[in-house]
């Protein structure tokens, strides 16, 4: 997993993910594996992960989750986590 621009935005990607198929260069490694983890652990300071694991085996999308019942901690003027 990595970071891809797409359409002049960083956008996650990597397997299973919307961006996987888009054209362009996933840039790995370096920091990103530590600041992804660091922003893992954000969240799971804030959201329990038994509510994180129910929220998603319930069907509920973890982004309006996590996002919009949960916390304040993704942007307001981004579609994304």
């Not at 990597?14 to 600041?35: C, E, I, M, V, Y």
């Not at 085996?57 to 989750?65: E, R």
Request: glycine share 12%; aromatic share 14%.
């Amino acid at each position: 997993y990595g970071i891809k621009k797409v359409k002049g935005v960083n956008r996650f990607s990597g397997d299973g993910l919307a961006t996987d198929k888009d054209f362009g260069f996933t840039q790995t490694g370096g920091k990103w594996p530590f600041r992804l983890t660091n922003e893992c652990q954000n969240i799971l300071g804030e959201v329990d992960e038994d509510e994180i694991y129910d929220a998603f085996y319930a069907g509920t999308p973890l982004k309006k989750f996590i996002c919009q019942e949960k916390t304040n901690y993704c942007p307001k003027d981004r579609d994304e986590l």
